[in-house]
């Protein structure tokens, strides 16, 4: 079997969805997973981007002790300066640098001729190999690009040191035919090329992604770059989990294999889902809601039992089939145990209040479901960080012949507290409003999503929120079968997370 080596992107090329921006936090849990996944290479963000991206590339670095950490750098010093300061703790670095080799992106945006692209190269591919010894170089757009130009550019970064070569559709413009023919032309006509891996990048926007990376992988490329549900920029990167369960399913025509626990993919998916708060459309290969949902199929031919036409089994994704429904008499015991068999490992401390919680939500719902448990660890680990304010109460005086007015009454760090009252267009309104008057800074709400946990009258709500102030981000996450309260608990979330960000930076 040949071994392909993933490279995931979900914190560089995916975060650059909408709704998926990640913080410090969220990158090193994300990172963590992905490594715990078995991903050979993850790509951290853009460290010479911003005070915040350096940060969050540098942490990962630090963190992570068996996948490859790199950060992706326009081919400029400066840059790769900045790249290398981040990445340089990284037990097993790779800086990736990236050029355009197309005549449109030359012209419009690197306004350079063919023969500086080239020169450009060469200068700084040998830079970076001077920092690292690991050095991927992408050519940009590489599918708009003249083919013979493409060799000749990864020729020349081979010579100064490349150690991969990739070839990105960066437009997702490319068919999967053609994709893997300019694969077969650059292996076979770029010297140097038979000595170093050759990786794909593509984008979904004709939803060939995978098809296209799949192609690639036949005519000779070793390395994938992919994200985890297949986010990214417009219609999203190859998704990683489809590549993977491709070749496992179909090894019998790839004879590839990756590296990948394919165990792991659900819990991925579902904690990349719970970190961005966007969901993963139901009808998605392999991690989608109904992916496994076989029953229509079977009544429909009266087929009882295992399926006939099942070509991969839920448990090789980590999904597992006994769906076990908890209630108020369930003990600490079986709790724990679940928690565990869906993949979390909380300490004493968070398994304390984990227990509390479950504990007060099965007074008010009949049955506990996983997707309940793991909206409840979710919730807890929203809640991991220094708390600036916290609800002490909430009073909502609403009607449809009435201005909707809140009562919200918070408290600080010192324990003062502060009640404030505001109107607005409706209940969660009038409730922003009175946080903005307690926190005395100008918010504003940029995204909010609602949705309900599970089925039935009696599901907890589950609210998403992303706020912006004096040119910060950040988002909240708020859980109560109560979706007023799980607005309010979103929204100071995410200005406790603001506050913590903003101090990180300063220090
Ligand atoms: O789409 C693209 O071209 C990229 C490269 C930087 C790899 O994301
Ligand atoms: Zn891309």
């Avoid at 990349?272 to 708060?277: C, D, E, H, Q, Y």
């Avoid at 979706?483 to 309010?488: C, G, M, R, T």
Wanted: with cysteine; hydrophobic share 40%.
């Amino acid at each position: 079997m040949r071994q392909i080596r993933i490279f995931d992107t979900t914190l560089r090329d995916g975060e650059q969805s909408p709704g998926c921006s990640m913080n410090m936090k969220e990158k090193i849990d994300m990172a963590r997973q992905l490594e715990t996944l078995g991903v050979h290479v993850i790509e951290a963000g853009v460290a010479s981007a911003s005070q915040a991206d350096f940060n969050a590339v540098r942490a990962v670095a630090k963190e992570l002790r068996k996948a490859q950490v790199t950060s992706m750098s326009r081919a400029l010093a400066k840059d790769i300066d900045a790249t290398w300061e981040a990445l340089r703790h990284a037990r097993y670095p790779r800086i990736h640098l990236l050029i355009p080799t197309s005549d449109i992106l030359l012209e419009h945006r690197l306004k350079k001729s063919r023969e500086e692209v080239l020169e450009q190269t060469a200068e700084m591919v040998r830079y970076a190999k001077k920092l690292c010894e690991d050095v991927e170089f992408s050519a940009e757009d590489a599918t708009r690009s003249d083919p013979a130009y493409l060799a000749k550019v990864c020729e020349v970064a081979i010579a100064a040191g490349a150690t991969v070569i990739n070839i990105p559709d960066s437009i997702g413009y490319a068919m999967p035919e053609e994709y893997g023919n300019l694969f077969r032309f650059l292996r076979g006509s770029v010297k140097g090329a038979e000595h170093i891996p050759f990786s794909t990048h593509c984008h979904n926007d004709l939803g060939l992604a995978v098809a296209n990376s799949l192609s690639a992988i036949l005519a000779g490329a070793s390395e994938v770059q992919c994200t985890i549900n297949g986010i990214g920029e417009r219609a999203g990167n190859t998704a990683l989990e489809e590549i993977v369960m491709n070749l496992k399913t179909r090894a019998d025509y790839y004879g590839a294999d990756t590296a990948i626990d394919a165990t792991q993919i659900y819990k991925t998916s579902r904690l990349l889902t719970a970190i961005t708060g966007v969901k993963v459309q139901p009808n998605k290969a392999i991690v989608g809601e109904n992916a496994f949902a076989q029953e229509g199929e079977n009544q429909q031919h009266g087929v009882s039992g295992k399926s006939v036409y099942e070509i991969m089994r839920p448990e090789m994704v980590g999904l597992t089939n006994n769906k076990m429904v908890l209630g108020k008499h369930s003990g600490r015991h079986a709790f724990n145990d679940r928690v565990k068999e869906l993949g979390y490992s909380v300490n004493l401390d968070l398994s304390n209040t984990l227990f509390k919680r479950f504990k007060d939500l099965a007074d008010k719902k009949k049955s506990v479901s996983d997707r309940d448990i793991e909206a409840l660890v979710r919730s807890i680990l929203a809640q991991e960080i220094p708390k600036s304010y916290m609800l002490e109460r909430y009073v909502i005086n609403s009607g449809n012949t009435i201005t909707p007015t809140s009562s919200i009454a918070l408290t600080g760090v010192d324990g003062a507290r502060v009640e404030k009252v505001a109107i607005g267009f409706g209940p969660v309104d009038a409730s922003f409003n009175a946080i903005n008057k307690i926190v005395g800074r100008a918010v504003k709400l940029e995204e909010y999503s609602i949705g309900a946990v599970t089925e039935g009258r009696d599901a907890q709500g589950e609210v998403s929120v992303k706020i912006s102030s004096e040119g910060a981000t950040a988002k909240g996450y708020g859980l109560s079968t109560d979706v007023i309260e799980a607005s309010i608990l979103a929204y100071i979330n995410a200005i406790n997370n603001l506050i913590y960000e903003k101090t990180r930076i300063e220090q």
